[in-house]
């Protein structure tokens, strides 16, 4: 009798769930492993078998991969958790999706930004990199300028600077949540929001979709709330940007995975701010599922495992899917604690919507730190024409709460339905 494949998933993170589903669908042994007990990681109870060891052990987790005969590693969408996953299938030699190259890229802002500057791909003027500001520097940079650690992820650490005094605090916070100790300021792009999400098989770069991105002030940020599916600006972006994509995921040899960018449009020229080589955190891969195409996540879990001879563009991209009107909803929430959640049932019964991301529960407290860890929920909303995507939004904002002792909702809504069209 033939031996069952083993998959390692390490901690857990949007796309875990669906990951373990799909693994013991197909017949795979799951295990589970994070420092959590079972009560408090209820995934753990659903897989195979699970263990205690902390994703940072590495050395640990090493020796028993060997021991117990492990055949793939599999993270989701926590970087904390890839970098693990990276460093474990490099010393057991297994397959890891990412590129070396195109790996440290997204984990480092800089190295990102001079393989584009290589490729012709637009970038923002960088003032300054390193870990502390100089006289002669702050004398030279021009405002407004966006000061962020290189590499951090969550928005976190991220400040627009208006003046100099805005800056000297913005440079400080950076510097506290970068890991590396070294901050890049920048110049600040005012234009339109695109986001781009790719998938690689065996070295074609598929762009799946180019979305758009509607912003409300959040929490003293002008943060994105609503990722609208299939942006207006594709075919430009498909005749005059993708040849310079395709070049630079070339270079960064990127040949298998999911992978994401931030982009600024303005006057026809879209600049580009980072990447993310890994599933996003807010559900574009769900949403594909949704429209009927091959999940993201399926796919890597058959990278983790050297299965990527039984997938194919053709699967990725299936002819009968449709492309509806739809996106993902961030409810963002405002500092504090969480006294009492409402309408979640109910919004979850929805037709054609699934919350992908419930980050808090009763008791728990919405950081102060703009970031985002303050998204409450994500949430797939797929309609049948634009009119009734405006409908579901209504009715998601009329039935989902979130409120504080004092009986306040925390929630920031999306109330300009007209920004959906």
């Known amino acids: ?35 959590l007990p079972p009560e408090e990681n209820t995934l753990k109870k659903t897989a195979d078998e699970y263990w205690m060891t902390d994703v940072s052990d590495i050395d640990e ?19 904390f958790c890839l970098d693990a996953a990276k460093e474990l299938c490099d010393r057991l030699n297994l397959p890891f999706y990412a590129s070396d190259e195109g790996w440290a890229c997204a984990r480092d802002k800089l190295r990102f930004k001079k393989h584009c500057l290589e490729c012709g791909v637009d970038t923002p003027r960088i003032w300054q990199v390193g870990g502390r500001l100089t006289e002669e520097i702050l004398k030279q940079i021009r405002y407004p300028v966006i000061v962020k650690p290189t590499d951090s992820c969550a928005q976190q ?55 758009d991105l509607v912003y409300l002030p959040v929490n003293g940020r002008n943060n994105f709330v609503f990722v609208k599916n299939f942006s207006k600006f594709t075919p430009q972006y498909q005749e005059k940007i993708e040849p310079k994509m395709k070049k630079l995921f070339l270079r960064m040899g990127c040949r298998n995975g999911a992978a994401f960018l931030q982009g600024i449009r303005k006057e026809d020229r879209v600049y580009f701010l980072e990447l993310g080589y890994r599933l996003d955190g807010i559900g574009a891969w769900k949403r594909n599922r949704m429209e009927g195409r091959y999940s993201s996540v399926e796919l890597l879990v058959d990278f983790a495992l050297g299965h990527q001879k039984k997938i194919g563009k ?97 929630l920031h809504y999306l109330t300009d339905l007209e920004s959906l069209e």
Request: with cysteine; glycine share 8%; hydrophobic share 40%.
């Open 157 to 211: 650490g991220i400040s627009v600077c208006e003046n100099e005094a805005e800056l000297l605090y913005g440079f400080e916070a950076a510097l506290e949540a970068s890991a590396s100790k070294t901050v890049m300021i920048e110049d600040y792009i005012v234009g339109e929001e695109v986001a781009p999400f790719y998938f690689f098989l065996n070295g074609e770069a598929i762009l799946v979709e180019l979305d």
């Open 61 to 79: 987790l090493e020796e028993r991969c060997r021991r117990e005969n492990i055949s793939g590693i599999f993270a989701a969408t926590s970087e």
């Open 314 to 410: 053709e699967i990725y991209m299936k002819k009968d899917a449709v492309n509806r009107p739809g996106g993902t909803y961030l409810l963002w929430a405002r500092p504090g604690k969480i006294a009492k959640i409402e309408g979640l049932k109910m919004v979850k019964g929805m037709e054609s919507v699934e919350v992908i991301v419930e980050r808090f529960q009763v008791g728990d407290e919405i950081p102060q730190k703009v970031s985002m860890r303050q998204v409450a929920f994500c949430i797939c909303v797929i309609a049948e024409k634009v009119s009734d995507l405006k409908e579901k939004v209504a009715r998601i904002n009329e039935a989902l709460h979130i409120y504080d002792k004092e009986g306040k909702d925390m």
């Open 1 to 35: 009798m033939k031996t069952k494949e083993k998959l390692l998933i390490l901690g857990r993170s949007d796309g875990t769930k669906e990951a373990l589903d799909y693994a013991k669908e197909t017949g795979l042994y799951t295990v589970l492993t994070d420092y």
